[in-house]
Each structure stands twice: as structure tokens, then as C-alpha cells.
């Protein structure tokens, strides 16, 4: 498929889809993407599991870190790749030795490696490259529009929000 | 199943950025005129100031009304994001108060608008950040200005007063080269007459008092995120690539990627410098802005058969209007301004200044004042007015000679704009 640009409803349809995310390159340091992520999804109601050899063990945001993609203890829906577009080869290798395989490979903003990415599909991983999933997430519910961002979305219809109101918007059905 | 398709810039003018209010359902976008935010616990409070949750916290930094207007502007310019602020100056200010730091330069095209040229070059001096000038009829001027301290460029699609026409195309191409990202006012023209990001601008700047806003009833201004320029050179533009000592050591270009210029302006100047939108002008700045194209085209439309009734005229020297066939700037207007050449220009009067004053004095319809972008037809004549300071000489310089009449062109009935120019003029 193309990743140059993605239709909205395909974003869309992973977000919805996806209940469990592991986030290889989880940081423990507050002011780095890799942790707002982690913390944004978990807000969102999606169970993280940060992958971080160097503080295997240890917990970010409550969430225990597991040193590989392989000793994570339940099926993971979504592999998030916060590495350089050359390392996340290797990641999508891992990915793929997983069963059952997980349902999407994602990686993240100026991460794209496109044969990873085919070796993936040809499993039949849905594929991601080059967004991030709380932008994507904040851009379908509306919610970045309050810093902003252009979100290229329309509707005539409300937002939905989320249990906790206002300030909390979902994409959820 | 069709194909997706991207929605035209009318539809973008009503619909980008305003959902139905997600509480009470109301369609129009709500005033919420309020300072704060109340936070649901203390860990969501340090999501929002630590920038890691996306939401509202106080009016100056953020502000739902004023956002819905930040989102439609930036859907209009083909941006990533925008930020509102009190006014056009406090947009400029913003800017560059993101790109500077004391010592640095920038360039910027003499023809501006009577109130930039001060800011740049009196009132910046006491931040230490220098205005080169350069003349966009003369782009090797721009070339010849960069130095190593320079950190930007501005310039105005469709320049005020005199209407010229700017060749962003040739002078974004001197920015790439430098390194530096391109400002471009485009006030005169609105997004919907010159579309600045497809001609290689990095910035643009508005004041929506004008046009955007469109009824002369609201001071605003506007700053729109390219997305295309990289910030990561190392110490060049310090707020952008270096960490942040009030955001914890957070470095904004990492963390937000193609939309961290708007929100260092936000975050950052916009938080520090505090001119803030009022929720009531971001309401109607966006009510404005939906009639934003069919207003556009007659201000363009009326314009240019005001300036054909005014070129043919007896007591008339002369016409700077771009639309115009022959003017100097017209090759450049069906380039960059296909749609029209805006509703703002200048002439000349035989009979200089007094005529000049006979005029202002003489006209009924036509107001009297010194803005411009209004639904009403406006008329000034800056040598008794807004030049009146300068000497003869810096006033012919500025375009503003004894015998200059401004016109900002409404979208009253042509034929009445023109027979009250027509009874002023008979009077001279």
C-alpha cells in the first residue's frame, strides 16, 4: 500500500481496533516523545507495555518495562517503534516472530523503513510509518485542534467525549 | 467506494475547525468567554502545563473559540497550525520574538505597511534585533542583505499601500539559500487570493482586523505554521532546537515535530508576552471568515472597475492597481493573485495635496478613517493624515506623496462607489 499518505478511515480503523500496544523506546524522561506518547495512550484507555532494555523491570507511568517484544505476557494488538528508521528493521523482525503476530506495525514520526514494512504485510501486519498515534489520535477526535493544529478532518457531527468530559475526547464508537 | 477528496477553500472557510459543540450540541461556535479551565485532578493539571495532554488551561495561552478560529485559518493558508493573537502587531511581534535573539538580524521589503516598518525599525531596536531593508523591486537586494546574523525574512504578498506584488517564488528561493524561514504577510490578499505556502513561504502572518474579519469591528491577528522548515540546526534558533528551561528541558522542535513553530509561539511568547485573543473577536473573526470567499471576489471584482473608472478620469494622474492591464505589477498579480488583485490601491491627484484633502472632504459614501478590509468603501489621504510627520520627501519616498489618495474598495454596489467618487471628484 502507499505510505506516503494515509485515509483517515484507515488510521481510524487501527485506533479502534487496537486494546494492547507495545512501545519499544518507552522513555523514563518526562520531557521525551516517547513518554507524552505512552502517557497519552494510557489515558486513552489502551494497556502500554514500555519495551526498553535498560530498565527492564523497572515501571514507567505504572506500566512494567519488558526488555523484548517476546516477554510480554499477553498478545500484543500494535508494535509502536519510537527507533531510527534503520534500527526498526530489526523491531518488525522481532514482531514477526510473535504468536499470535501482532495486528499492526506502527513507527513513529521520520521513522519509515520501507522493506520492513512489506516484509510485514506480506504476513499480513497492517502497516504505519511516520505518524504518531497521539497526534493521529488528537487529530480524529478533534482534541488537537485545541493547540491549533490543523486536523484536515470535517464533520457536522459532535465530537464524542469521553467519560471524564469536556477536556476528553474519543474516537471510540 | 469514492475516492477521498479534499474539501475547496469555501467549505474549508465554514466547516475547518468547528464541530458542533460537543456539550449542548449548538452548531454556531460558542463564545466561551472564560479565563480558566477547571482540571479533573492533579496528574490531568500537569499533563496540560507539562504539553503532554492535549486540552485548556487559561484564555491567554489557549482558548476553545479562539482555536476553532486558529484551525479554520490554518486549513485556508495549507498549513500545519496556527496561533491567535490580539492583533496583526502582536503577530509579527510573536514571530519574531520565536526567531530572535538580541544582535540578530532580519530583512524585510521596504514596501510594508506603514505600521511594520515602525515596529521593525524603531521598536525593535530596543530588543537589539535588526531590520535589514530591501526592495522587492530589486530582488538582488534581498540577496545582497544576507549576512550571518541573519535569521529570517518578511515579506507582504500584495504590499500596502501601493498594491505591488510580491515575487515570493524568487525570494523564497534566497531564504532556502540562507537557510531562514520566509514570512509573508498576507493580509492584503486573504488566503483566498494568494496561497503564500505554494510559493515557498515558511510563515504567514495576518492581521485579521482586515479582511479576514472582513467588517471593521474587530482588532485580531493571526500566525500560520508552514510545517516545511527544519529547526534542528544546533543554537540557530535557540526556542525551537535547544531545551527548554521552563518546559523542563523539553526541546519543542523534537517534541512537536512540523507544528512546533506555532507552538513555541504559543507555549512560549504567546505565555510570556501575554497578547491574547478575547474569545468575543476569535467569534467574530470566524463569522467573518465564512463569507470570507464571495466577499474576497467582489472587493477584487469592485476594485478593478473602480480603478478603470478612476485611470480614465480627467483630474486623475494616475493609478497603482495591479489588476490593471499594463500596471507594472499586473504580470506578477496574474501569477500569484489569479482570483483579483485585492480591493486596496492607490492614485494620484493633478491637483496634489489640496485636491488630495478636497477629496477626502468631498466623498459621501466613502468613509474617512485608516483601516482597510471593510465590507464599507474607506478613503484616506496619507499626506494630510497618516504620513503628516514626514517631510515632502520621505512622504514621496514612502508612496505617500501630496497628491496620494488610498482606497479600500467595499462590496457596496459598484455603480455607487463610483458616482460618489465621481460627485467628490466633480467638486475639486
Known sequence: ?173 | MSEPREPGFSTLAIHAGAQPDPSTGARATPIYQTTSFVFDDVDHAASLFGLQAFGNIYTRIGNPTCAVLEERIAALEGGTAALAVASGHAAEHLVFHTLLSPGDEFIAARQLYGGSVNQFGEAYKKFGWNVVWADIDDISSFENAVSDKTKAIFIESIANPGGAITDIEAISKIAKKAGVPLIVDNTMASPYLCQPFKHGADIIVHSATKFLGGHGNSIGGLIVDGGTFDWSAPGKYPSLSEPCASYQGMVLYETFGNFAFAIACRVLGLRDLGPALSPFNAFMLLTGIETLPLRMQRHSDNALKVAEYLKAHPKVDYVNYSGLEGDKYNEAAKKYCPKGAGAVFTFGLKGGYDAGVALVSGVEMFSHLANIGDTRSLIIHPASTTHRQLTDEQKTKAGAGPEVVRLSIGIEEVADIIADLDQALEKI
Open chain 1, 1 to 173: 500500500m502507499n505510505h506516503d499518505s494515509y485515509d483517515d478511515a484507515y488510521v481510524r480503523g487501527i485506533l479502534d481496533d487496537v486494546k494492547t500496544i507495545a512501545m519499544v523506546g518507552a522513555s523514563a524522561n518526562s520531557i521525551r516523545p516517547s513518554y507524552f506518547v505512552l502517557k497519552y495512550l494510557l489515558d486513552k484507555g489502551y494497556k502500554v507495555f514500555p519495551i526498553n532494555p535498560g530498565h527492564a523491570g523497572k515501571d514507567i507511568l505504572g506500566q512494567t518495562v519488558y526488555a523484548s517484544l517476546a516477554d510480554v505476557p499477553e498478545p500484543i494488538d500494535m508494535v509502536d517503534i519510537f527507533r531510527n528508521s534503520e534500527a526498526a528493521g530489526a523491531v518488525v523482525d522481532e514482531a514477526l516472530t510473535l504468536d499470535p503476530l501482532p495486528k499492526v506495525i506502527w513507527m513513529q514520526l521520520t521513522v519509515r523503513n520501507d522493506a520492513a514494512a512489506g516484509k510485514a504485510e506480506a504476513a499480513g501486519v497492517r502497516m504505519i510509518m511516520n505518524r504518531c498515534p497521539k497526534i493521529e489520535y488528537g487529530r480524529l477526535s478533534g482534541e488537537i485542534g485545541w493547540v491549533g493544529v490543523n486536523s484536515r478532518t470535517l464533520s457536522s457531527k459532535r465530537p464524542k467525549l469521553a467519560s471524564r468530559g469536556f477536556q476528553h475526547r474519543t474516537i471510540g464508537k
